[in-house]
Each structure stands twice: as C-alpha cells, then as structure tokens.
C-alpha cells in the first residue's frame, strides 16, 4: 500500500490498557463469551467429572487454568505489532508441519475416539490442528501480501500456497481429522478469495475439492454412516444417531427461556461429553431460544468486528491475517452450531471460547489478541513508508 504509512497508538502501561486505541467493543464480546463459557463448562460437566474423578471440580479447574493462560495470550500478542509476526510465517508453518509429523512417527501422540489430534508433552497435552490453523492463516496472509502483484498468475501467486496447504491436509487426513481438513480447504480457498486470486483458479480448485470430499466419506464407512444419519436420525436412534437425538431433545427442552442454570437432564449421561462439542446443546436447554440467541448474537458481533478490522487494515498483510483469524472463528461457531441442531453431520469441533478444551480457548484468545493489535493501528498519508520493509 504505497504513499500510506502505519500510526501506532501509544503504548498501554500495563496489560489492563491494552485498550488503549484498540477495539474495545470485541474485547469486552471476547471477555462475555469466555466468562459465560466457563460458567456452563461448569454447570455441563459436575455431574461427569464427579462420576470420573470423583471432583465435581476437575474439569473446571483445568478450564480455569487454561482461562488465565488465554488471556495472557491475548494481552501479549496485543502488545506485539502485527507486522513483527511476519518474521515467523515460515518458521510457524514448518513448526505446525513437524508437530503433525510427531503426532504420526512417535509415541508423543494421544489418541481418542478413533483419531490421534494430541501431543503429550509430559505435564500436558494440545490439540495439534487449533495451532495449524492460526499458522496457516500467518503463512498464506504473509506469501498472499509479498505476492500482490502476481497474486492472479498461476504459479506465482496460486499454486504455492495451494499445495503447501495440500500437504498439510493429508498430514491432517492420516490422523485422521476430516472436518478440521474441510476447515483448511475453507480457509485457503476464502484467503485466496481476499487477496485477489482468479475466480477461474478457485473454481478449478473447488471442482478438484468436492469429488475427492465425496471420495473421502465413502472411503470411510463411518463417515458414511455419519452422514446417512444426519439424513435420518432416527434409522439408528441408539447408535450413529443417537448424539444428534439428543442434542435436539436438548434444544426442545429449553424452550423460550430455559429449565434453569444446573438444571438440565441431558448432561445426565444422555449427551455425551455435553461440557465440549456439545456445549451449545446444555446452553440451549438450560438457558432456553433466549440465552442460544444472545449467544448466537455475540458471535455475530465478533465476526462483524473482526472484518472491519481488516478492513480498516493498513496494509494488505493486516487486512488478510485480520480476515484469516476472523475466518477461523466464524468457521469454527457456525460449523458447531449447525452440527448441534443437525443442519450439518455431527463432526467434533469445539465452539470457540465456551466448549471446554485448552488449545481452542488459548489459540481462539490469541486471535483475538493478534486482532486487537491490528485494530490499534491507523493508516495516515503525512509520510510515504512502503510496507515491503516489513516483508
């Protein structure tokens, strides 16, 4: 963005005014959000976590610490010009690359339900895949923005970013994750969108995309019965169907306004795992049409803010990372909210900031971080800076 130049406000004093020329409205809708999950993380998982460990607090405990973890994420990416994180870009996706790696040819991988998507580390383990897409996102903003001006050549600006992201979706396909791998397709095809790329190249990709999807689910029969029971729940009520059924007993319970906070029957070992992919399902029968709606709102707000901040951007970079983060968020809630009410085969992705889990709380808290810092940042035409310096 040539002839403009980057203002960066003042610098906060401590991490409380962080705010300081930064988007306040999608702090405190981040803060909402994160406080009401905690919350009904609670309220969803007492009763297991007792029945388990015998601590009706063991999840909430843990989903506390992960809490004080995010935010201090959040405050310290905040503080970090955007522009800095260019640095990393390619040191971030060989990173993610090396991780899907471990999860595959060592014995660091933990497996559950079937798929191996965490790393032990000793003290602790994270889901590989939540940190993937933040680095996908930095890599394609970083190589889409050095690439403007050849952004709609083939070779230059499409094929690059199109099989480096290739490459990361079989790694997440060996796992195998399919509905995290739909989310990379997603998020490399929209970046692509945003920065320009031929709609001739998109729609060739997509044509590519859509029989190798449909190859993959018939390929696994799981998946395939996954799918014939979101057409038809009830053809196997206590088996393939038996999540959504109870998901949408959930939504019908609640009603208007709710059965009340700690009240619900679903969580009583009706919903599996009710405190995480099915978080929304306890909010909608504990809380009712109402409490799904504001939640429902409020992520509507955060979605809106965060593509006005890129938007806004100064520069091509900012305004695509902006996007790319944004993107991840808007992808992850209305993928979870139209699996819970059975628009959509169930697939387990976390609901950011309110399904229990650490790595999607911390890395959805530092894209918001990342987000505040660009929104903290004003284009001005008193003196000419070309942002290649920064590249």
Same mark, same amino acid.
């Given at each position: 963005?040539?002839?403009?130049? #980057?203002? $960066?406000?003042?610098?906060?004093?401590?991490?409380?005014? =962080? *705010?300081?020329? /930064?988007? &306040?409205? +999608?702090? @405190?809708?981040?803060?909402?959000?994160?406080?009401?999950?905690?919350?009904?993380?609670?309220?969803?998982?007492?009763?297991?976590?007792?029945?388990?460990?015998?601590?009706?607090?063991?999840?909430?405990?843990?989903?506390?610490?992960?809490?004080?973890?995010?935010?201090?994420?959040?405050?310290?990416?905040?503080?970090?010009?955007?522009?800095?994180?260019?640095?990393?870009?390619?040191?971030?996706?060989?990173?993610?690359?090396?991780?899907?790696?471990?999860?595959?040819?060592?014995?660091?991988?933990?497996?559950?339900?079937?798929?191996?998507?965490?790393?032990?580390?000793?003290?602790?383990?994270?889901?590989?895949?939540?940190?993937?897409?933040?680095?996908?996102?930095?890599?394609?903003?970083?190589?889409?923005?050095?690439?403007?001006?050849? #952004?709609? $050549?083939?070779?230059?600006?499409?094929?690059?970013?199109? =099989? *480096?992201?290739? /490459?990361? &979706?079989? +790694?997440? @396909?060996?796992?195998?994750?399919?509905?995290?791998?739909?989310?990379?397709?997603?998020?490399?095809?929209?970046?692509?969108?945003?920065?320009?790329?031929?709609?001739?190249?998109?729609?060739?990709?997509?044509?590519?995309?859509?029989?190798?999807?449909?190859?993959?689910?018939?390929?696994?029969?799981?998946?395939?019965?996954?799918?014939?029971?979101?057409?038809?729940?009830?053809?196997?009520?206590?088996?393939?169907?038996?999540?959504?059924?109870?998901?949408?007993?959930?939504?019908?319970?609640?009603?208007?306004?709710?059965?009340?906070?700690?009240?619900?029957?679903?969580?009583?070992?009706?919903?599996?795992?009710?405190?995480?992919?099915?978080?929304?399902?306890?909010?909608?029968?504990?809380?009712?049409?109402?409490?799904?709606?504001?939640?429902?709102?409020?992520?509507?707000?955060?979605?809106?803010?965060?593509?006005?901040?890129?938007?806004?951007?100064?520069? +091509?970079?900012?305004?695509?990372?902006?996007?790319?983060?944004?993107?991840?968020?808007?992808?992850?809630?209305?993928?979870?909210?139209?699996?819970?009410?059975?628009?959509?085969?169930?697939?387990?992705?976390?609901?950011?900031?309110?399904?229990?889990?650490?790595?999607?709380?911390?890395?959805?808290?530092?894209?918001?971080?990342?987000?505040?810092?660009?929104?903290?940042?004003?284009?001005?035409?008193?003196?000419?800076?070309?942002?290649?310096?920064?590249?």
């Amino acid at each position: 963005m040539t002839g403009l130049s #980057i203002t $960066e406000k003042r610098p906060a004093r401590s991490w409380l005014a =962080m *705010t300081d020329g /930064a988007d &306040i409205t +999608l702090l @405190l809708v981040t803060l909402i959000l994160v406080t009401f999950g905690t919350v009904m993380i609670y309220s969803a998982s007492s009763v297991i976590a007792e029945e388990r460990f015998g601590d009706g607090y063991h999840f909430i405990k843990k989903q506390m610490f992960f809490v004080v973890l995010g935010l201090g994420a959040m405050a310290m990416f905040a503080r970090i010009p955007y522009y800095h994180l260019r640095k990393v870009a390619y040191l971030s996706i060989l990173l993610s690359v090396s991780l899907l790696l471990l999860l595959l040819i060592t014995q660091l991988g933990v497996s559950a339900g079937g798929a191996t998507r965490w790393l032990n580390v000793g003290v602790f383990s994270f889901q590989v895949t939540e940190m993937v897409k933040v680095s996908l996102v930095l890599f394609l903003a970083h190589f889409l923005a050095r690439k403007e001006e050849h #952004i709609r $050549e083939f070779n230059r600006g499409f094929l690059i970013p199109m =099989m *480096t992201t290739a /490459a990361i &979706i079989g +790694l997440v @396909l060996l796992q195998p994750d399919f509905g995290t791998a739909v989310v990379l397709a997603m998020i490399l095809i929209l970046m692509l969108y945003l920065a320009g790329s031929r709609i001739l190249h998109l729609g060739a990709l997509v044509a590519v995309l859509i029989p190798v999807g449909f190859m993959l689910v018939v390929y696994k029969g799981y998946r395939l019965e996954r799918f014939l029971s979101f057409l038809d729940p009830w053809r196997d009520p206590a088996n393939s169907g038996f999540h959504i059924i109870q998901s949408l007993i959930s939504f019908g319970s609640g009603e208007m306004f709710g059965v009340g906070l700690g009240n619900s029957m679903q969580k009583l070992f009706y919903l599996p795992e009710p405190h995480t992919d099915f978080i929304l399902s306890i909010i909608a029968e504990e809380s009712g049409f109402i409490g799904v709606t504001i939640v429902v709102l409020l992520f509507a707000i955060l979605i809106f803010k965060g593509f006005l901040i890129s938007y806004k951007a100064p520069d +091509l970079f900012g305004s695509l990372l902006a996007s790319g983060l944004t993107i991840i968020i808007a992808l992850g809630a209305s993928i979870n909210m139209a699996a819970v009410t059975g628009l959509i085969p169930t697939k387990g992705l976390a609901l950011p900031f309110l399904s229990y889990g650490g790595t999607s709380l911390i890395m959805s808290l530092t894209a918001v971080g990342v987000l505040l810092n660009i929104s903290s940042y004003k284009v001005t035409t008193q003196t000419q800076i070309h942002t290649d310096k920064h590249r």
